[in-house]
């Protein structure tokens, strides 16, 4: 069955340094997000992607975040310079159509 | 209170018996989806409920959806140990095209062998 792949599954990594997250989306699906869980806490939408562009993004993705999708599968969220605060578990979603999205298992990033 | 919150926050019951979770959002919907997650895993998708359906089966769950209410409800019949999870409720807003989902707090269910 198709699924949508994170990687790494967990990262650790210094405040202030850059880390890039990886999906690989279903393969047919147009439509990509990716999602944040600080622990213990509901799962809050951060961008979505679509036909290339950024089609809504929250409050939450300020400049230090950016996606890209550079080739035909991969799907990536980039922090530029990371704090405390977005320790977090990130999610990729996919979906054929807008609805019934399919997540990832998610990266675990821990900033110290 | 915020779109998506489910109800109760925790939930402890039996093996066999059934849970009841619901959830209650605030605008309009397009679709109103339920996921589970497994402690540090990612969410799985369980069913989706359109705006303009009010019950909807899958093995052994049962979602209904008031929208003129605007909540919802999720039954687990015959719960097992390995139902034991998080479940969350997610709302698709009414819009075309791109739908993001805005999540509820979550129900932690526990299931006692």
């Known amino acids: 069955e198709p699924e949508v792949t994170q990687t790494p599954s967990h990262q650790v990594t210094q405040m202030g340094q850059e880390v890039i997250l990886r999906c690989v989306p279903i393969s047919n699906h147009l439509y990509f997000y990716w999602y944040r869980q600080i622990l213990g806490q509901k799962v809050e939408f951060l961008v979505s992607f679509y036909n290339n562009e950024i089609s809504e993004k929250s409050e939450i993705f300020d400049d230090q975040f950016s996606v890209e999708r550079p080739d035909g599968s991969n799907f990536t969220l980039k922090i530029r310079s990371t704090k405390l605060e977005d320790s977090a578990m990130y999610f990729c979603?996919?979906?054929?159509?807008?609805?019934?999205?399919?997540f990832g298992q998610g990266t675990r990033l821990t900033v110290v | 209170s915020q779109q998506g919150e489910e109800d109760p926050q925790a939930l402890s019951i039996q093996e066999g018996e059934n849970a009841t979770m619901n959830c209650s959002y605030k605008?309009?919907?397009?679709?109103l989806q339920w996921y589970r997650q497994n402690s540090g895993r990612g969410l799985v998708h369980l069913i989706l409920?359109?705006?303009?359906?009010r019950e909807k089966h899958s093995g052994r769950l049962r979602v209904t959806l008031d929208t003129s209410k605007k909540s919802s409800s999720l039954l687990i019949t015959a719960s097992r140990a390995a139902d034991t999870a998080s479940y969350f409720c997610a709302t698709a807003r009414k819009d075309f095209g791109n739908e993001k989902l805005t999540f509820g707090t979550g129900t932690r269910l526990t299931i006692i062998p």
């Open positions: 605008t309009s919907i397009n679709n």
């Open positions: 979603a996919s979906s054929e159509r807008a609805a019934e999205a399919f």
């Open positions: 409920i359109r705006s303009n359906e």
